[in-house]
């Protein structure tokens, strides 16, 4: 399927860079040519109040303020 020049393309993926999957690899190509929305996903099972979990929570509330850090 040929789009056109421009269209954006809306993507429901995992965090973009977390855990690379082949369509993170696929999209780098894609991106030069067409505004791509990458909406990152809420998670795949039901969180609990672990160390592990809350740290995820508090990098997703730095990357919606701007603050994403790398870890």
Do not use: C
């Amino acid at each position: 399927m040929k789009l056109a020049a421009g269209t954006p393309i809306v993507v429901f993926g995992d965090d973009w860079g977390r855990n690379v999957s082949s369509m993170q690899h696929l999209f780098r190509w894609i991106i030069p040519d067409y505004p791509v929305v990458w909406v990152n996903g809420i998670g795949h099972r039901k969180p609990r109040l672990s160390a592990q979990d809350l740290r995820r929570a508090a990098r997703k509330a730095a990357a919606m303020l701007g603050a994403e850090r790398k870890t």
